[in-house]
């Protein structure tokens, strides 16, 4: 063999230099070595294909699909309720900060139902089957302290929270009740501070108190009264809260006149409170007399009145903005006329009462309107007799129904100018005794006329006033007004001698002001009569301005 031939088979070639591998010639060795890397290569994709679908797994979708919502906390509000609130998300794919909003209308509902100190969530949760869970914070009522009380009892403020409590989950318009019924007693103060309870979510209501004893005194004056009785009237009164027990104002006034033989009256009253929720009972009662003189003395005309009147009244609405308060009662009143000695009047008056008194404020001033309506009940109870004929008017007794109504409106006009337009209205059945009667005249009524220029069973007033601010920097309680009043009126079956029907307009000026020394109050309104002719003529001639007076002072 030539040294060019192949010496040992095909692995070799002799004269290269080197071994050469060729196709389809390969060692063990090298064929275990490329192996290896195949193995390789394979895992290293595999490896990499478990990551990718790992990192898949382990990150949240960025939208769901949301089939619908649970959720949890709720007591104040139905789910039913809420889930009609979120119903706009369902059915949708949201994110993270749709569900936030779906939350968030969730609170605004609690907030809009007065629970201003709700909160809703989307709490850590594994969402199944596209149901996600809501929870919600309602602001539980933890703990009522109350701090600050002298005159008033723990119990008595503590207990006024009531509602709040029988809620358990604190509401703005329970809690804003409490405080308003709270404030309305005399010399009571009382504010709220939240604090965070223990629990969470709870929050505990801290009452702070400013209390003063509630005893006071009365005197006022006015010459509203009868020229022919007493047209000066002095008056003197007490005012005793938590008498008796706790929140129960007493109040008692006595009014004699410039001639006390002629006039003398007393008035009492008692309301105390029924539970915690606002309703009173309230007492009253008056007893008085008076004798015409002047003109009419030589006819020895005396009269004797006796009156009292209980009543239950419980504010369905009590809000800064508004309240309406229901008034149902039982009342009473005698009258009795004597002329020369003699009883030629004896009206025994025994009827039944509802009311509803309504009052709202807003941004331009405040509106109120009440309604009153009163039925006789016939001889019951010791009153008159049906068809009585010792009675002030022919053909009156006590079967008869009378409705009342009055309404007003302050209105601002701007610069601390106020327009106020008010009324007042009677009608009825049939024919009234005087003393249910309607009186038109007077400073309450028609000014440039005395009171009860005229008497009428049913009639309206009305009054248009506008107030401005006098003397703002040194009084800024004074206020100049200038006023127009009208009223008509007729009798139900008037007698021969009577005027069936009748009107009476006055127009004039006014000023009033408050002192800060004992609360004092002063006004001055100077009334003339546009027609008709005042019956006498007024106190300085047929036309002349009847000048009205008043003074009260809260010692």
């Known amino acids: 063999m030539t040294p060019s031939q192949r010496l040992s088979g095909p692995h070799c070639r002799i004269g290269t230099g080197f071994c050469q591998l060729e196709p389809g010639h390969q060692t063990a060795r090298t064929v275990r070595t490329r192996w290896k ?19 898949r797994d382990a990150q949240p979708s960025s939208t769901l699909l949301v089939k619908g919502f649970s959720f949890s906390g ?35 509902y609690y907030r809009r139902k007065g629970y201003t100190l709700a909160n809703a969530y989307i709490p850590q949760q594994d969402i199944k089957f596209g149901v996600v869970t809501i929870a919600i914070l309602e602001g539980r009522l933890g703990d009522i302290s109350v701090t600050g009380h002298r005159h008033y009892s723990l119990d008595f403020i503590r207990g006024s929270f009531a509602e709040a409590m ?76 938590n008498a008796l027990f706790d929140g129960a104002v007493f109040n008692f006034n006595g009014i004699i006149g410039d001639h006390p033989d002629r006039l003398q009256f007393l008035i009492g009253g008692y309301a105390l409170p029924l539970g915690v929720h606002g309703t009173k009972l309230v007492l009253g009662g008056s007893a008085g007399r008076f004798d015409v003189g002047a003109e009419l003395a030589a006819l020895q005309i005396r009269g004797r009145i006796k009156t009292y009147d209980i009543s239950v009244t419980h504010p369905f609405i009590k809000t800064r903005f508004q309240s309406l ?11 009795r006329l004597f002329v020369l000695g003699d009883l030629v009047g004896n009206d025994q008056v025994r009827m039944a009462k509802v009311g509803v008194n309504y009052d709202r404020l807003d941004l331009s001033g405040r509106s109120y309107v009440s309604f009153y309506g009163f039925q006789g ?14 009675t002030t008017r022919q053909g009156a007794d006590n079967r008869f129904t009378k409705g009342a ?39 309450d009524s028609v000014r440039g006329y005395q009171l009860g220029e005229r008497f009428v069973d049913e009639g309206y007033t009305a009054t248009a006033e506008t107030r401005i601010p006098l003397l703002p920097s040194l009084l800024p309680a004074t206020q100049g007004a200038i006023f127009i009043d009208h009223a008509a009126g007729r009798l139900r079956n008037p007698q021969p001698g009577e ?57």
């Open 74 to 108: 709720n007591t104040a509000v139905s789910s039913e309720d809420l889930e009609v609130v979120t119903q706009p998300y369902v059915g949708r794919s949201l994110d993270l900060s749709g569900l936030e909003a779906a939350a968030e209308q969730v609170a605004a």
């Open 166 to 241: 029988e809620e358990g989950v604190i509401r703005n318009v329970a809690l804003e009740r409490a405080l308003l019924l709270l404030n309305d007693y005399p010399d009571l103060k009382v504010s709220a501070v939240l604090e965070p309870g223990r629990s969470t979510g709870s929050t505990n209501i801290v009452a702070q108190v400013e209390d003063r004893r509630p005893i006071h005194a009365t005197l006022d004056y006015n010459n509203f009264g009868f020229n022919n009785i007493s047209r000066n009237r002095f008056g003197a009164g007490v005012e005793v809260g």
């Open 325 to 335: 308060l229901v008034d149902i009662g039982f009342s009473s009143k005698d009258n």
């Open 37 to 55: 890397r195949l193995v390789l290569i394979v895992i290293l994709l595999a490896l990499s294909f478990d990551a990718t679908w790992g990192v």
């Open 377 to 390: 009940l016939g001889e019951v109870l010791g009153a008159m007799d049906n068809h009585a004929a010792l």
């Open 405 to 443: 109504v009055a309404a007003g409106r302050i209105q601002s006009l701007g610069h601390d100018v106020l327009l106020i337009v008010k009324g007042t209205g009677q009608i009825t059945t049939g024919p009234l005794v005087v003393i249910e009667q309607m009186l038109l005249g007077g400073p």
């Open 499 to 555: 005027q069936a029907s009748s009107s009476l307009t006055g127009a004039g000026v006014g000023i009033q002001t408050e002192l800060p020394y004992y609360l004092l109050h002063l006004r001055c309104d100077v009334g003339f009569p546009l027609g008709p002719k005042p019956n006498g003529g007024t106190v300085a001639g047929d036309r002349s301005p009847i000048f009205y007076l008043q003074a009260t002072a809260r010692f």
